[in-house]
């Protein structure tokens, strides 16, 4: 069974529909989200719709759980504060009520998926490091563990960084962010995980920034949010 991990979309519509043409030419048999669908971006109703369509389930981030609650957003940036009061206003009722409701983590035989960390995922905390995933890797039992959040695609076994997964070990796999990359590569990113094979490819993938950026700065949210998508940090 081929899997298609998409996370970290962020509102933005064009890195969406990109993606959704690579998943295509992939020939995936399944789509997951690991959440994050909405912030930052000034698509988030439209982002939302095409998930729900396309997606057998979908997990809760931080900045789907603000926009469905205000309060969650006392702790972010100021640019991110200020995106999550605007998309809340632009969700509408029904749209926040789907947010609030979606679940934390989802758990199949051999894998589980999160938005954050295995360990405490409504706490939002990042897992950056070796040491950080070293940690984590207590927090399940499941043999790979499938993460968004900090936007930087990378792959943490046991002992370490690797540059694919293996059966023999078990692996925290972060699929990196389609619509807002922070890896210093502004191209969209996504995973595509083989459960026959047990492989993993990391897919990014060149698309309209500039339609991105402009609608951003034309919604009168900040400024820096359309200007990271170019440089993707």
Known sequence: MRLAIISDIHANLEALIKTIEEIGQAGVDEVVCLGDVVGYGANPNECLELVRERCSFILKGNHDAAAADLSVAETFTTNARLSAVWTHKILGKENRDFLNNLPYIQEREHSLYVHATPCNPQEWEYILTEYDAKAALQ?????????????????????????????????????????????????????????????YENIRAVYDIKTAAQKITEAGLPRGLAERLWVGI
């Open 139 to 199: 927090c399940f039992h499941q043999a790979i563990c499938f993460i968004g959040h900090t936007h930087t695609p990378v792959i943490f076994g046991g002992f370490g960084k690797a540059k694919q997964v293996r059966r023999e070990n078990r692996f925290i796999v972060n699929v990196g962010s389609v619509g807002q990359p922070r890896d210093g590569n502004p191209k969209l990113s996504f995973g595509v995980f083989d459960s026959t094979r047990w492989e």
